[in-house]
């Protein structure tokens, strides 16, 4: 699943960069295809997110990653 994930995360983030520079670069004439070119490049920027975001949940999961330092709440209750 992860290694699905990863590819999807590629996948998305090219397709953010390719249709964000087809958008850009879009002339005056041509208004349908800068407001596909926009919603393409929002749709692949936020599955490359997501996509990004559960990569490195998952990668703290199995141990992977280092998990971040955080103060646990019972702490902040204490003090």
Do not use: C, Q
């Amino acid at each position: 699943m992860a290694k699905l994930v990863a590819i999807l995360n590629v996948v998305a983030w090219g397709g953010f960069w390719s249709f964000g520079y087809l958008a850009l670069t879009a002339g005056d004439e041509s208004a349908a295809h800068l407001v596909t070119a926009i919603l393409l490049a929002f749709a692949g920027a936020a599955v490359g997110i997501v996509a990004f975001f559960w990569l490195a949940r998952h990668a703290e999961e199995i141990g992977y990653a280092k998990k971040p330092n955080r103060v646990l709440p019972e702490h902040l209750r204490e003090g």
